[in-house]
């Protein structure tokens, strides 16, 4: 728009809120005595300066008229209507107005800082799509290695004081990013909630620098046991909080950090040799437990650390320093009695029971899958179940401990 159509625009809104009336106006007055205070006349104003003064009044006029169309633009443009996070350890939020374009994006942790980093930390989103920024952010993870596992997940969490706005993001954004992650061939869950506002959530979020989302996630896993701390909770990742939630939160996990730290120890590495790592939560298992996996010399070595604990259920000891071939063959420690699942007396675990442990893992019952196929093995000295099964579209492969029954590792891939 031009300055002089924005002129012609102004001039016929303060025509139409301020009539020309003069006539009316002194036939109203009244002669009397007052006070008189002298004022100092100002001196002549200029052409430049008049044309000033009748804008400025013009804007004035439009403010004054701001609770009609010019307010409902300046709502729908700028006021924040809905809060999105995405939650994986990254926390993202997004604010977004009424017609779902992004007001901010804010990463909320430095993790979230390395994500958007090729986004100018979130400011290259600003004005875009809400879905279309959130599929950015999700292929940003995907491409940072924030869902790589087959149990990763992200939390969707949308907050707005419209209930049916809010429940009608959550359900697209899900099918939004589900359709992201696999065009990815990725097979993370996607957890979502709507969320009503809630100042002393908003409050204990900020301390943690997470978003209100993951904190109601931490709220909800706290209130299950009353000896879990909210600060600690909200330190774990999005997928270790999920799995404290299907198991009841028995107790506090030692966290991803803890479980590295107790395997470097346990391996007989120090500081200056420490190799490059993954860590994998599989707190859902028979025996929760952290997964770790340490590349060292060109060696991919497998380590199981109690989650609860922290004792070092499996892996190698290394020599000092870590270098050369390890002093023993893989070393398996059994955990607790009361830990354990149930074994039965000789041979372990049936052929039945390994099944029954892969397909209740996966959430499928018998007459759902095909190509069931289970086999016993032998894998460095220690025998094992390889369960494969296939159901809607993805193919299952499991490796169950044929003495304890607990579930060593699991796959799921689309089935091409």
Known sequence: MTDEELMKRLKSAVDHAAPDDLAGVL???KTGQSNVININERPARTGKSRRRGRLVAACLAVLLLAGGGGGIFYQQAYAVASV??????????LKVNKKEKVLSCTGLNQEAAAVLADMDGGRDLKGAKLDVAVNAIVGALVRNGYLDHLDSAILISVEDSDTARGARLQQELVASVDGVLQTASNTASVLSQSLAADRSLNARAQQNNISTGKA????????MNGDLDFNALAALSVEELRDLLEIGAPAMPIGRD?????VLDYAGLDGKAAPRAEVDPELDEAVPYYEVELNLDGRELEYGVDAFTGEVLQGVKLPAGGHGPATSQVETVQPQEE???AVQSGDGVSREQAIDAALGHAGLT???VYKLEAERDLDDGREEYEVSFKADGWEYEYTIDAASGAILDHERDRDD
């Open 27 to 29: 036939a109203r007055c």
């Open 84 to 93: 999105v996070s995405l939650d994986v350890n990254p926390s993202i939020e």
């Open 216 to 223: 109601h996630l931490a709220d909800r896993v706290a209130a």
């Open 258 to 262: 803890a479980a590295l730290q107790a």
């Open 339 to 341: 830990q354990k699942a």
């Open 366 to 368: 018998a007459d759902q």
